[in-house]
């Protein structure tokens, strides 16, 4: 597998989320989470699965990326956390090699109450996969599960990246995870503004909401707080 710069894999994967539409930007008429929070963009990486050539490309960079900060010989399995990132860890394992888990985020309830899905063995190092990462705390879900049931993980991949929830990444770090990602808001504002989608104005919308999103959300009688992710 050849290696991309993160530079290009941003530039890359910037690209095939707008061109497939997982990424919108819609400063004039913004979006309204379920959480009440307002903002001008909204990310869908669910939508990826549709696009199997683009999916192809996103997961050999992500496979490229986990390799290059973990190692090639220094995972046993890959986690996929439920429910968006489970058909992500399934495509990476297969490029990487590995057994393939899935990570409930709650027990099931009944039968062997498995939090952890597929073969796990005592100690196995574990990657967590999951579709993007905003400024919520389901990852510590699925790391303690994880944990828990006998595994061990200093590491989590995802597509995209918000970028602009600092205390998201300080949250994983503290549990002693890497959150390993392909672009941000930053970057697919970069490729979008180069390949003239904005206006000039709405340009500086999506920007000022990137700077201060509990600011702008405010603003617009939205509330504070985003969604957990």
Known sequence: MATTPADDAAEITSRILLETKSVLFSPDKPFTFTSGRVSPVYVDCRRLISFPRARRRLMDLGADAIE???GHES?????GGETAGIPFAAWI??????PM????????GFGRNAQIEGEMSEGARVVLVED?????????NFVRAIREAGGAITHSFV???????????ASLEAAGVSLLWLATWWDALRV?????????EQFAAVKAFLEDPDAWSASRGGSRSG???
């Open 68 to 70: 290059r900060a973990v």
């Open 75 to 79: 995972l046993d399995a890959v986690a």
């Open 93 to 98: 394992a297969e490029r990487l090699a590995l």
């Open 101 to 108: 888990l899935y990570v409930r985020k709650k027990p099931k």
């Open 132 to 140: 993007l990462a905003s400024e919520g705390s389901s990852k510590l």
């Open 159 to 169: 597509i995209f990246n918000y970028g602009i929830f600092p205390q998201s990444m």
């Open 192 to 200: 979008a503004q180069g390949l003239g989608y904005f206006t000039p």
């Open 227 to 229: 969604s957990a992710s």
